[in-house]
């Protein structure tokens, strides 16, 4: 038996660190309604810009973020819409990828 309660949900990659839930509501919701909107901000790690290094002694280390998140729809046609709108568009000053997340996936394939 199908259930009636079943998430479409895409991944949106490439966020910018100040990105939070309201703004990928804000910017999904013209493909439908948005049921849900989750942003991940993984551990902060290091890398340093050996491209400035000539102007002081030490590389200069600058501390970042890996931001992404999700956004579910109710129907499967909303999210398609959202992917191919949304998918390598400026949200901020980062060009984002979106695509269908993997678990939304497995639970269409369970499903039927």
């Not at 895409?10 to 909107?37: H, M, P, R, W």
Request: hydrophobic share 25%.
């Amino acid at each position: 038996m199908a259930s009636t309660d079943v998430e479409f949900t895409c991944y949106v990659g490439n966020l910018e660190s100040d990105t939070d839930e309201k703004d990928l509501e804000n910017a999904f919701s013209q493909f439908g309604d948005v049921i849900d909107s989750n942003v991940v901000y993984e551990r902060d790690y290091d890398y340093y810009d050996y491209e400035n290094d000539y102007e002081c002694e030490l590389p200069i280390s600058i501390t970042t973020k890996k931001v992404y998140g999700f956004v579910s729809f109710k129907d499967e046609k909303c999210m398609k819409d959202a992917i191919k709108g949304m998918n390598r568009q400026n949200l901020g000053l980062k060009t984002i990828n979106v695509q269908e997340s993997h678990s939304s996936r497995r639970r269409r394939r369970r499903r039927g």
